[in-house]
């Protein structure tokens, strides 16, 4: 054997090595690492960037991004939640044409991730499957259930009762049912929740959204 095929032999090994030595603390530091990083970009593109062609570009490379980090964690519900989270966003931003087969694929990501844990992120799986299914049409149309949605929602509630986006999310729904007595309300408790240091920019854009949606209720 060359010298040449000896070091790649021998370098192959060393990376086998590496690999099998990285602990399960190390790999869920790095799943928790990559579902941050993914976060913020959304909450960047969400609510900072301007122009819808720069936004779809940027959600675009973002997608792939989380895709790769659930074929690097496929049992994991976390980045498939945010993958889901993605796609639902590119959906609501493209064209009519495209819109419901991204709303499915997002669908049927953020099911993976009930499968796996219906309580995954503190309701967060949850919150996000009744999104999307209160938000499109239903039979014939799409898939859309609003009674599955509301019971998703109340699970959600139920993890985290004083959060701005499950009290967000509660008031949106029962707006969109027509019921904006009880909409108001959850709205109210969405912009007493805590504010998130963490999350600066998703929490002083939610709280615009929810600011926006009360006023067109009360």
């Not at 399960?24 to 913020?40: E, F, L, Y």
């Not at 980090?69 to 966003?89: C, T, Y």
């Amino acid at each position: 054997m060359s010298k040449l095929g000896k070091f790649i032999t021998m370098l192959g090994a060393t990376l086998a090595l590496a690999m099998s030595m990285v602990t399960p603390a190390a790999a869920q530091q790095s799943m928790r690492d990559g579902v941050n990083h993914i976060r913020s970009q959304w909450e960047h593109i969400t609510y900072e960037v301007r122009g819808s062609s720069t936004q779809t570009r940027q959600l675009d490379a973002l997608s792939d991004e989380a895709a790769a980090l659930v074929a690097r964690f496929p049992n994991q519900a976390e980045p498939l939640l945010w993958q889901g989270i993605v796609r639902s966003e590119q959906a609501n931003r493209a064209n009519v044409f495209h819109q419901l087969g991204l709303a499915r694929q997002a669908y049927n990501i953020l099911n993976r991730a009930y499968a796996i844990d219906p309580n995954a992120s503190n309701g967060g799986v949850a919150l996000s499957l009744a999104v999307l299914l209160y938000k499109v049409p239903g039979s014939p149309i799409g898939f859309g259930d609003d009674e599955r949605a509301g019971r998703l929602l109340q699970q959600a509630l139920r993890q985290d009762p004083n959060g701005l986006d499950a009290n967000y999310f509660m008031g949106d729904y029962l707006h969109d049912q027509g019921d904006d007595a009880r909409a108001a309300t959850y709205l109210r408790r969405a912009l007493a929740a805590p504010h998130n240091s963490a999350r600066p920019v998703w929490d002083a854009g939610r709280r615009r959204e929810v600011q926006a949606l009360l006023s067109r209720v009360s």
